[in-house]
Each structure stands twice: as C-alpha cells, then as structure tokens.
Nanobody, 122 residues
Framework: QVQLVESGGGLVQAGGSLSVSCAASGRTVSSFAVGWFRQAPGKEREFVAAITGSGGNTRYADSVKGRFTISRDNAKNMVYLQMNTLEPEDTAVYYC???????????????WGQGTQVTVSS
C-alpha cells in the first residue's frame, strides 16, 4: 500500500505561480512512478505530468509543457509540481497518484491522494 497526501493548493492570480506537494508513505515509494492529474468542475480527470521512480524521466501534457515542472525527492518521499504562468484554465482539483507502470493513463494508477484545490483568478 502507498498513501499519498497532497498539499499546497490555493488561490492565485493569473500569471502567478504555485507549488503543490505530494507526501508519500508506505511501500518503497521510489519504485513507483508518480503522476499529477487534475479535474475541473464538469470535466473529466486529465493527465498533467508524471515522473519515473528514479526521477530520471518526466512527461507533461501539452497544455502545461513549459509552464509546469514535476520533481521528486525520494529521500523525503516527496513529489512536487511547480506551476508557473498559471491561467484560469488551470483551475481544478489536483491529485497525485502512484503507479508501478510508466504511463499517463489514469486507470493505470493504483494509489491516489485526496486532492488539493488550485484556483486561478483572472
């Protein structure tokens, strides 16, 4: 089992920055890829970014490429998502999730956090 807890969401103006964190515990977290997903009201959950267990490879959705950066610190069992140049369209609940597979498909992620709200005002 892996437990995930997100933190760091909040309200920010368009063009601003925000960082969300994911604290992991349980099984050896470094053996899991971790992804960030988001879900806006009335929309399906969508992939945002993912990072391999070692941190050596990352992947981003086209909508956030160049603005968001995913990173991890396995010594601290933490995964981060730095979000810059935020847009109102980035408003959503952000979830971190862990998977034994390297994938952007949410259905392949086995463990999920409870989510943290990010709101970007125009």
């Amino acid at each position: 089992q892996v437990q995930l807890v997100e933190s760091g969401g909040g309200l920010v103006q368009a063009g601003g920055s925000l960082s969300v964190s994911c604290a992991a515990s349980g099984r050896t977290v470094s053996s899991f890829a971790v992804g960030w997903f988001r879900q806006a009201p009335g929309k399906e959950r969508e992939f945002v970014a993912a990072i391999t267990g070692s941190g050596g490879n990352t992947r981003y959705a086209d909508s956030v490429k160049g603005r968001f950066t995913i990173s991890r610190d396995n010594a601290k069992n933490m995964v981060y998502l730095q979000m810059n140049t935020l847009e109102p369209e980035d408003t959503a609940v952000y979830y971190c999730a862990a998977s034994t597979k390297w994938t952007t498909m949410s259905r392949s992620y086995d463990y999920w956090g409870q989510g943290t709200q990010v709101t970007v005002s125009s």
